[in-house]
Every structure is written in structure tokens, then in C-alpha cells.
């Protein structure tokens, strides 16, 4: 009889823990499951999947509620990769049907008004997705609701072609489908968030590095206003096309000569359409376009250098003014005028020039012979270490000085900056981390979320990020820092009563803090411009001439 009564009564509280875990959404019904701490609500779809003819079109409401349920391999397609990606054998890994997000919430918070973060994942637009991002440890210490979100990628998210836009109307006639996905995002979690225990009024967008440049984007893009309220871009950058250049560049970059003219031209050449006049060419590509499956667009499309890429972010005048995100910064007719955050890492290239045979070699100890591990060494560090100063240095300056000196310009003197510095890493048998990787592009990223699965989890997440007192204090202070943004529009002070202040105090001085230990976390003041990089390049006796060379083509 006992054994029976508890079983009911294991039946009910299970029964009502499921109930209060349910929230009624615009798509549908979502149950949140515990994770680490909080509750996680996964793979809600904020847009109808963009397949068949919702290929190359902005994105449209979901019109039909569904029970929503967490789904396998739901990230957009894109090549595979190890480092911030998906691995797999095949030439393209993913799905068209992509366009989903997640939200991280405290427990017991429905029926609060908290902070929203908005994670947008970084990977050069081309690869990533929401999954590697763990936001629970600032979720439960801060009491901030964060949403992660998927978005159209590479040819999928950003294409530029008459057969496509020139048969296209209204928000369908941008390049910017991407940017678009990002925007559908943030209306829903405007109609939504409060029933996560979010405020739809305090909603912070934040990304690294492709997300970093999203970020940047939306702060001019008329779509997005009034759907945040303050903006964090980590490791971004201005990277954006005229209309003309990403269809048919009349000039060719000192890196790629890939564009959507390339892809057709290849696919024409398949499909035997070259005989088709005029505007009937343009149908006909359309028609080809529409018919091909992903996999074998993709396939078509992934014919090229590994280092080429189609133009992606577009000036289409409709997401983008046709003046470009670098010029629309510095216009108030232009920016979203919200408190904003720009910083960079001061090892940003590292993690590329530490895989350049012309830096580093390798070899085998008596014991890493026995294992099969080589030790990486490099074999000129003095030149390592100018190629990642100026490169590093010439990130900032684009990617950081630039943005935030033209929103100033623009008028927004709410602005903030910082450079992370921490490079704690472990000095192993193998290699010397802190040597080779530093504070390298995307290295904070586990720091921000306290969590090192991005790096591939244990072992290799122990030997670059070593549990100790320098990165708890690092992580700390960032997830600190971070979450005051989000709730107040201002970083505040860290735990040791670092003040970071604004990034301009007159028009000249440039201030920032330095993100590292403790003993080194602290404010300080420069103005680096390219033209004194250049000028110091000159003087550099740790580089060749011919090394001088390619720095500067680098650097400009």
C-alpha cells in the first residue's frame, strides 16, 4: 500500500515539474529540461525553415504551432571542420532547415524581468552553430537569460545574383539572408522572452568574431531597431561589398577571385544554359537554382581554394545602407544608437601562425616517440612574434578603433573597449601554449562561459586552459563584467575595484581595459593607428625585408 501511494505520488510531482516547465510560445509548446544548474530550452524554431521556394528569401513567421521537441544536427550547412565547426567526411555537413535557437534561463524566473543576452556564434559566416556555447554558469551566477541562435550560412546566407534578386521583391530582393535569420531572431525573442522570465526590453546582442561583424551590422541595419538595447562585438570586423563586387568584381582581391558569377558560371556550364538570351538566361538559372538540391548546389559551390569565399555581407540598400557598414557607422541617420563594447585579443593570429610550417616544426622525444605525440616547437620566434604583433595590432585598429571612433563621430559617446591579454596557459612536454596559442583569436570565448568544451573538452581543454587561481579570477571578472553591461549599460568594476571606463575620454585618448590576471587587469591608454604600425614595421630588425612585405600587404 505504501509502495503503491508513493508511486502516485512520484507519478504527480513528476507530472507537475513537466507542467511548470512548459511555456506557450508563438511556435509552439517548449519543455525545459534541468541542465547544470538551470533550465535549457532547446531547438525552438523562430522562422519557417527556409527550404524549396524560401531558399535566398528573408525569412517568414512561423504560421503553424507544433510541440517542440530538441533535435539532432540541426545546424546550417556548411564545409566540416573541427576548430569552431561540425567534423564529418563528406564535402558539406548540415541542413537547410536550420533556423532555431535555445534559451538558457535561471530557475524559477517566470515570472521575473530579467536581462536577455543574445549569443551570435562567430566562424567567418560560413560554418558554426548555437550547440558549442554553454551559457550556463553565467546564466545561474548572474540571474540573465541567454538565448543562443542558429543563422543561414555561407551561399546560403548571403548571395548576390540577378537571377536571384532581380526576380525578387520587397525584403526577398536583399543579399542578406543571414543577417536577415539574426533579425527574425531577435522579433521573436521580443514576442517571447518575457515568458522565459526575460525583459523584451533589455536585450543585449553579443559575438565573437563573424558574430563580433554581425553585431556591428545590426547597429545600422533599420530592420533591427528598437529589437536590442545595448551591443557587445568581440573580435569583429567592417568587412562589407558593394552589390556589383560580391556578383562580378571588377577587381580582383589579393586573396580570391571567387564570386556568385563563378558559381553560376560552373553550374551553367553543367546544366547547358549558356544558350539561353538575355533575361530568359536569368529564369532559366533561377529555375536551376531552385530545382538542385542543397548538396548538389554545394557541391558545385564547394569547387574552389579552401581560402576563397563568396563576398558574403552585402550593401544592398535594403539590411545595409549602399554607403557600407563602415562608412553607415559614423552617420546618426544610420546607427542604432545603443551603449556598445568593441575589444580584441592582443594574440588575435596565433592560432593561424602557430600552424605555419614557416614558424613551427616538430619533433619527437624519447617518450613522445613511445606515444606517438610530437613536441611543436618553433623555430623562429622573434618573427612569430612580430607577424602576431602587427597583425594582431592591425585587427584592433580595423575591428575596434574603427567602429567605435565613427560611432563617436555618428554621435554615441556610450562606448567601451577592451583587450584580452590572458594567456595563462600550461607549459607542456609537447608544446608551450602560452607561447603558441597566448591570447589568441576566440581563446576567451571559454573564459566568458566557464565552460572548455569549445576547445574539445578534457584532455586538451587541461592543457591549454589548466585549472587556477589566474583563470577563475579571468573567467570571473568577465562573466562579471559581461552581465553588468547587459543589466545596466555599463561594465562597472571588477572584483579587485578595476573601473572600466569609457573608451573616450576627449576626441584623442583612446582608453581600454586590459582583461588579464589580476595583477594585471587595469586600465590603460594608446592610440595605434595603421600608418604608425607601418611606420615601427619599418624599423623592426626581427623581420626580413621580404617578411616586412608581407606584413604590410597584411596589414593594408
Not at 504551432?65 to 530538441?70: D, S
Not at 545574383?161 to 536583399?174: F, M, N, R, V
Not at 549599460?489 to 589580476?518: A, F
Request: hydrophobic share 35%; aromatic share 12%.
Amino acid at each position: 500500500m505504501k509502495l503503491s501511494f508513493f508511486i502516485l505520488l512520484n507519478f504527480f510531482f513528476l507530472s507537475f515539474l513537466h507542467a511548470s516547465s512548459v511555456v506557450y510560445t508563438s511556435s509552439g509548446d517548449v519543455v525545459g529540461s534541468p541542465h547544470n544548474g538551470i533550465v535549457l530550452y532547446e531547438d525552438i524554431p523562430y522562422a519557417q525553415p527556409p527550404i524549396g521556394d524560401l531558399r535566398w528569401k528573408a525569412p517568414k513567421n512561423i504560421s503553424t504551432k507544433t510541440k517542440i521537441y530538441p533535435k539532432q544536427d540541426n545546424y546550417c550547412i556548411q564545409r566540416p571542420s573541427n576548430l569552431g565547426g561540425v567534423s564529418g567526411e563528406d564535402f558539406y555537413v548540415g541542413s537547410e532547415d536550420c533556423l532555431y535557437l535555445d534559451i538558457f534561463a535561471p530557475k524559477n524566473t517566470k515570472n521575473e524581468s530579467l536581462p536577455v543576452m543574445v549569443w551570435i556564434h562567430g566562424g567567418g559566416n560560413t560554418s558554426g552553430l548555437k550547440d558549442l556555447y554553454d551559457f550556463s554558469k553565467i546564466v545561474g551566477k548572474h540571474k540573465v537569460v541567454v538565448v543562443r541562435i542558429n543563422y543561414r550560412l555561407g551561399p546560403f546566407g548571403w548571395f548576390t545574383h540577378p537571377s536571384i534578386q532581380g526576380l525578387q521583391y520587397g525584403e526577398d530582393k536583399t543579399s542578406n539572408f543571414g543577417t536577415l535569420d539574426i533579425i527574425m531572431a531577435l522579433k521573436w525573442v521580443k514576442n517571447n522572452i518575457q515568458k522565459f522570465g526575460g525583459d523584451s526590453n533589455n536585450v543585449t546582442i553579443f559575438g565573437e568574431s563573424a558574430g563580433g561583424h554581425n553585431v556591428l551590422s545590426l547597429l545600422v541595419s533599420k530592420q533591427a531597431k528598437g529589437l536590442f538595447h545595448k551591443a557587445i562585438s568581440m573580435s569583429g570586423y567592417l568587412t562589407s561589398s558593394s552589390l556589383e563586387d560580391a556578383y562580378n568584381p571588377k577587381k580582383a582581391s589579393s586573396t580570391s577571385e571567387y564570386s556568385s558569377i563563378s558559381v553560376l558560371t560552373k553550374l551553367s556550364k553543367k546544366f547547358d544554359i549558356e544558350s539561353f538570351p538575355g533575361d530568359s538566361k536569368h529564369e532559366q538559372e533561377r529555375e536551376m537554382l531552385y530545382s538542385l538540391t542543397a548538396k548538389e548546389f554545394f557541391e558545385i559551390y564547394a569547387e574552389r581554394e579552401s581560402y576563397e569565399e563568396l563576398p558574403l555581407l552585402t550593401n544592398d540598400g535594403i539590411v545595409i545602407p549602399k554607403i557600407g557598414l563602415e562608412k553607415a557607422l559614423s552617420r546618426n541617420d544610420h546607427v542604432n544608437f545603443v551603449p556598445t563594447i568593441a575589444g580584441s585579443n592582443r594574440d588575435e593570429v596565433k592560432l593561424w601562425l602557430s600552424t605555419a610550417r614557416y614558424f613551427v616544426d616538430i619533433d619527437y622525444s624519447l617518450i613522445g616517440s613511445v606515444l606517438d605525440i610530437p613536441k611543436v616547437f618553433l623555430t623562429n620566434e622573434e618573427s612569430f612574434d612580430a607577424f602576431n604583433y602587427y597583425r594582431s595590432m592591425a585587427w584592433r585598429v580595423r575591428g575596434v578603433d574603427s567602429p567605435l571612433m565613427a560611432l563617436s563621430n555618428a554621435g554615441n559617446n556610450d562606448l567601451y573597449s577592451y583587450r584580452y591579454d590572458w594567456d595563462d596557459h600550461r607549459r607542456h612536454v609537447i608544446a608551450d601554449f602560452k607561447k603558441l596559442i597566448g591570447a589568441a583569436h576566440a581563446t576567451e570565448i571559454p573564459l566568458l562561459t566557464g565552460n572548455n568544451d569549445l576547445v574539445g573538452g578534457y584532455p586538451l581543454s587541461d592543457l591549454i586552459y589548466p585549472p587556477s587561481f589566474s583563470k577563475r579570477f579571468t573567467s570571473k571578472n568577465m562573466m562579471k563584467l559581461w552581465a553588468n553591461f547587459a543589466k545596466t549599460g555599463s561594465p562597472g568594476k571588477s572584483t579587485n575595484s578595476i573601473e572600466w571606463k569609457k573608451y573616450l575620454s576627449d576626441k584623442e585618448t583612446k582608453s581600454y581595459l586590459v582583461i588579464d590576471k589580476r595583477r594585471k587587469l587595469k586600465m590603460i591608454s594608446e592610440s595605434i593607428t595603421l600608418d604608425s604600425l607601418a611606420s615601427d614595421l619599418f624599423q623592426d630588425d626581427r623581420l626580413n625585408n621580404l617578411e616586412k612585405c608581407v606584413v604590410l600587404l597584411q596589414i593594408f
